[in-house]
């Protein structure tokens, strides 16, 4: 699959004017991502509106230089970063979540990773939180274009499933009130599954961790 063929994948509806937007507006779910089965993820909008959180801190703390947090969302993650005077950028393809970013002092662009983005192959920290290596549905070609963004000795902090999972499949934002989004790729990853990609693609991981329920992993070229 080319960059070109993932930028269009990455511009859906889905995150730009249905419920996702609405949620970001609002701070608050319900909100899930719904597979064509059926089977319904819930998503943490009310966490991604508020602070950082303690197990956020332990990704915040492992960042170097220059941070650019790929699918910012509501932008806790960067305005944290921004608060603690670290320069960081957010990058997001929803409108609400940019605007959502910029009311709580951080810095966004509404642009796709797949698209060219500033200061590619000078990021000393690259953000994948909150499932976002799932984006475009093809983990191997975000890794790929991830690390065109990092610089050469730049760490990838990723977030990983709670399940030992490798899935990609279409899904749909669904508010669980009837509304639903446009469908798109998407892809979960446990650690295993992370760790398998990685290799594939030219990462090491250099350091795991966990804090709460949640799972990550640092990973360099």
Do not use: H, K
Not at 18 to 47: K, M, Q, T
Not at 72 to 78: F, Q, T, Y
Not at 102 to 131: H, Q, Y
């Amino acid at each position: 699959m080319t960059v070109d063929e993932l930028t269009q994948r990455q511009r859906p509806a889905a995150w730009r004017a249905d419920p996702y937007a609405e949620a970001v507006r609002a701070g608050s779910g319900p909100l899930f991502l719904r597979r064509a089965d059926g089977w319904l993820l819930p998503l943490d909008v009310e966490r991604w509106c508020a602070g950082a959180d303690p197990a956020d801190m332990t990704v915040l703390d492992r960042c170097e230089g220059p941070v650019i947090d790929i699918g910012c969302g509501p932008g806790r993650l960067v305005a944290a970063l921004a608060a603690l005077g670290r320069p960081a950028l957010g990058v997001d393809v929803s409108p609400a979540a940019v605007a959502r970013t910029r009311s709580t002092g951080g810095a966004a662009l509404c642009r796709s990773v797949f698209d060219t983005l500033p200061g590619e192959g000078r990021w000393g920290t690259a953000l994948l939180i909150d499932g976002n290596i799932g984006i475009g549905g093809a983990p191997a070609a975000l890794l790929a274009r991830v690390a065109r963004i990092l610089a050469p000795d730049g760490v990838l902090l990723v977030e990983t499933a709670p399940v030992d999972v490798d899935e990609r499949v279409s899904v749909r934002v669904d508010d669980g009130r009837g509304g639903l989004g446009a469908s798109f790729p998407w892809a979960r990853l446990g650690t295993t599954a992370l760790l398998r990609y990685a290799t594939a693609t030219g990462w090491r991981v250099t350091d795991r961790w966990e804090c709460g329920e949640r799972g990550f992993a640092a990973l360099r070229r």
